[in-house]
C-alpha cells in the first residue's frame, strides 16, 4: 500500500517537496484543459522533481458522465490534448470522474460514457472514479482497466477491484485542502521523469477479440480446451493492461 492524496489546488516548490517529506508517493490532478484547478507542464515538472508520481484525473462537472458517449467522446479528446501538453507519456492512465451518488438507472449511461472515453484516449489506459457501486459497475462492463474508489456514497463497501481508495476528503495540510488516498499497484501514475509501462495491444482491440474465445471455450465440453481458452482471454487482458479474471 502506499500513501497519496488528491487537491484541487496547485502544488508549488515549497508544498509539492513537503508532502514528499511527509511520505506521500502521488498526487492526483485534473488533467483539465482550463481553469484554477488544471495541471500544467511547470507544475508536473516540479511534482516530477519533487519525487511525486502523479495521478491524472478528467472533471469539468461532478456528474458531466450522465452526458454518455457524446461527452465521452468530447472528454477523451480534450484529455489527451492536455495530456500532451503537460508531458504525460502515453501508456499511463487518465482517470474520469463520476464525482455523485450515481444510482442503478444511471449506470448504463456512465458505461457508455467511460466507453467512448476509452475508445478516444487508446494511446493511455483508461480509468474510473467513482463510488463502489460505479466500480463495480464499470468493471462488470470491462470498458476501462484502472478503478480509483471514494468511501463516499459506498455505504462502507470496498471493492476488491480498486488500485487507488480515497479514504478521508478536506483535510488541510500544508496550507491546501486535500483528501487522502491510498493505492494498491497498477495505478496508473507517470512524471515527467520515468517512462511508464506501455502496452502493445489496445484495451478495444483486446475487448473485441475475447468474445471469441469465450464463445470457443461455451462451444467446448473439453476442460482441457476451457482452461485454454481461459488462458488465451487472459494474455489479451494482461497485454492490454486489463486485470485477469
Same mark, same amino acid.
Given at each position: ?15 509539492a ?5 511527509d ?9 483539465v484543459?482550463s ?7 511547470t +507544475?508536473?515538472?516540479?511534482?516530477s522533481? $519533487? ?12 456528474d ?5 458517449? $457524446? ?17 504525460q507519456?502515453?501508456?499511463?492512465c ?5 464525482d ?19 475508445? *478516444?484516449t ?12 460505479v466500480i463495480? *459497475? ?8 484502472h ?6 456514497? $459506498? ?8 488500485n ?8 488541510? +495540510? ?12 497498477n ?18 482491440d *483486446?475487448?473485441?477479440l475475447?468474445?471469441?474465445? $469465450? ?7 473439453s476442460?482441457?480446451?476451457q482452461?485454454?481458452?481461459?488462458r488465451?482471454a ?9 486485470? +485477469?479474471?
Amino acid at each position: 500500500m502506499t500513501k497519496g492524496f488528491d487537491c484541487s489546488t496547485p502544488l508549488t516548490a515549497q508544498t509539492a517537496p513537503a508532502f514528499a517529506q511527509d511520505g506521500y508517493m502521488f498526487v492526483a490532478r485534473y488533467l483539465v484543459p482550463s481553469g484554477v484547478k488544471a495541471l500544467t507542464k511547470t +507544475e508536473a515538472d516540479l511534482i516530477s522533481n $519533487s519525487a511525486l508520481n502523479i495521478i491524472s484525473v478528467f472533471e469539468t462537472t461532478s456528474d458531466r458522465a450522465l452526458g454518455g458517449r $457524446s461527452a465521452g467522446l468530447a472528454d477523451g479528446a480534450a484529455a489527451i490534448q492536455v495530456a500532451g501538453k503537460v508531458g504525460q507519456p502515453v501508456g499511463s492512465c487518465i482517470y474520469f470522474a463520476v464525482d455523485f451518488n450515481a444510482t442503478s438507472s444511471q449506470m448504463p449511461t456512465i458505461i457508455a460514457y467511460m466507453q467512448a472515453a476509452s475508445e *478516444a484516449t487508446p494511446n493511455y489506459t483508461t480509468g474510473v472514479y467513482g463510488s463502489y457501486a460505479v466500480i463495480e *459497475a464499470v468493471q462488470k462492463a470491462a470498458v476501462c482497466s484502472h478503478y480509483w474508489q471514494t468511501y463516499a456514497w $459506498s455505504n462502507g463497501n470496498k471493492s476488491t477491484y480498486a488500485n487507488i481508495y480515497q479514504n478521508l476528503n478536506d483535510v488541510i +495540510e500544508h496550507g491546501i485542502a486535500i483528501d487522502h488516498d491510498e493505492s494498491y499497484g497498477n495505478e496508473g501514475w507517470w512524471n515527467t521523469k520515468v517512462a511508464p509501462i506501455t502496452y502493445p495491444l489496445t484495451i478495444s482491440d *483486446a475487448n473485441l477479440l475475447i468474445p471469441f474465445l $469465450s464463445a470457443g471455450y461455451t462451444a467446448t465440453s473439453s476442460v482441457a480446451a476451457q482452461a485454454e481458452f481461459h488462458r488465451l482471454a487472459n494474455v489479451l487482458r494482461k497485454a492490454s493492461g486489463q486485470p +485477469e479474471q
